[in-house]
């Protein structure tokens, strides 16, 4: 084991891909230490009516959000691993597309809003999170730099983001602001990163505002691979923000903050494979120019790892659920820890999702990316419909799992291309394998 760490700290490869991850690690672990500090601030001061109603707005949002990205981020980071010599035009093309998408959402919620019940408060709401959309098309300098390994800009950046908004929201909650103000704010974060994101790029690198040029073939030949990713994407989105819109249907407002409180403590931890995920994946496509067993040893590990964080994560807070939610929300939000215990477990096929996605993009296999995505949606939207009636947010957690259990694992059974990745998968969730091959290693 000692001879093996030597070996990798000689390693350039891998020294700089640690580094990498190391810094996007630092960056989510204070996000996320700073989010349950300043996020629990907010969800207690805004009691579980008003932080629901502004869950609602956040999850009506999501609906659309996918389309504004048009699926491009790991199609853009793939053509950049691939030939850097096209940066300017990858960079310039994907941000008009990016743009554009974002306009296309807001449209799309002008239209949609007049088919809810929603009231004038509530459309604000919906408005003002939607609007950071257009901030985000700035996010193309993120895709270069995971394409160069070089996230350390990207987190500079979200630390000076993450310090201004929290300070904004501790000033809101001790003026005692009113909630649309809090909407503003994540405008505000949007607006933040944007800026940091040009002011980065434009020093690290030597891109010129003139190079901002669209190109058309470009953005063919991008929306050609990623158009059944932007299906994907926004199958995605309903079947991991549908359940809110549901329970606010089915039951309340209120249940909805009950639920969004659990989800947020769950999805926390998210983080992790997207990570792991963009910044270890340029060596695993890299392995592939030296061999296919190079290449699927190195996605085998990545899809082991990202099984023994999941269950690290989901076994203590399946016993210990409700004592975290009493500590963290306080007794306002008593239905969330029993929510909280069950969506907990759609983590383990979360993060072996994210990792298989990126192998779906390499492989060129959006459009099974699709598939898997819709039968997920579908069956969770089917699970909603006879769970929560029956089981309330408790039966809204229940079909998250399954349905992220069939789009994340069982699908890649049914279709020859994907059938590796079953068993691959399968090899990761059997732990008694992952603990013998530790102990060959010791």
């Not at 790029?201 to 158009?227: P, Q």
């Not at 659920?321 to 979360?350: C, P, T």
Request: charged share 15%; aromatic share 16%.
């Amino acid at each position: 084991m000692l001879n093996k760490l030597k070996s990798l700290k000689n390693h350039k490869g891998f020294v700089k891909y640690f580094k990498n991850t190391s810094w996007l690690f630092m960056e989510k672990i204070l996000r996320m230490t700073v989010g349950l500090f300043v996020g629990v601030w907010v969800a207690r001061y805004l009691g579980p009516e008003q932080f629901g109603l502004l869950s609602y707005a956040g999850s009506f949002v999501g609906l659309f959000t996918a389309f504004a990205t048009l699926g491009l981020d790991g199609i853009v980071i793939r053509e950049l691993v691939k030939d850097e010599t096209k940066r300017d035009e990858l960079i310039a093309t994907a941000f008009w597309l990016k743009l554009f998408g974002a306009f296309v959402v807001l449209g799309f919620l002008a239209i949609a809003i007049n088919f809810t019940s929603n009231d004038t408060q509530t459309n604000y709401l919906i408005f003002i999170i939607a609007s950071a959309t257009v901030f985000q098309s700035f996010n193309v300098v993120d895709m270069y730099f995971q394409a160069k390994v070089m996230s350390k800009f990207v987190v500079y950046v979200n630390f000076i983001s993450l310090f201004m908004t929290s300070l904004i929201k501790i000033a809101l909650i001790l003026n005692k602001a009113p909630l649309i103000d809090f909407a503003w704010v994540i405008l505000f974060d949007s607006f933040v990163l944007a800026c940091g994101f040009i002011y980065f790029f434009l020093k690290k690198t030597d891109f010129k505002i003139s190079h901002l040029k669209f190109k058309k073939e470009t953005a063919v030949s991008l929306l050609r691979d990623s158009w059944p990713l932007i299906l994907s994407g926004i199958v995605v989105s309903i079947y991991m923000k549908i359940d809110q819109i549901m329970i606010k249907e089915m039951m309340d407002v209120k249940a909805v903050g009950q639920y969004a409180a659990a989800v947020r403590l769950s999805e926390a931890w998210y983080f992790i494979p997207i990570i792991i995920s963009s910044s270890l994946f340029p060596a695993i496509i890299n392995a592939k120019k030296v061999s296919e067993k190079l290449y699927y040893e190195r996605l085998q590990k990545l899809y082991d790892i990202m099984v023994w964080m999941a269950i690290a994560i989901a076994l203590p807070m399946t016993f210990l659920s409700d004592w975290v939610v009493e500590l963290i929300y306080g007794g306002q939000y008593n239905e969330a820890g029993g929510v909280l215990m069950i969506h907990i477990w759609a983590g383990v096929f979360v993060f072996l999702g994210v990792a298989s996605g990126k192998w779906f993009v390499n492989e060129n296999l959006q459009m099974l990316s699709f598939w898997r995505a819709f039968y997920g949606m579908l069956i969770n939207i089917i699970l909603n419909i006879f769970l929560i009636p029956k089981y309330g947010i408790y039966g809204a957690a229940i079909a998250i799992l399954l349905s992220q259990v069939v789009a994340a694992y069982i699908f890649d059974f049914f279709h020859y291309k994907t059938r590796n990745m079953f068993i691959m998968k399968t090899k990761a969730i059997l732990i008694w394998r992952i603990i013998k091959n530790v102990r060959n290693n010791i």
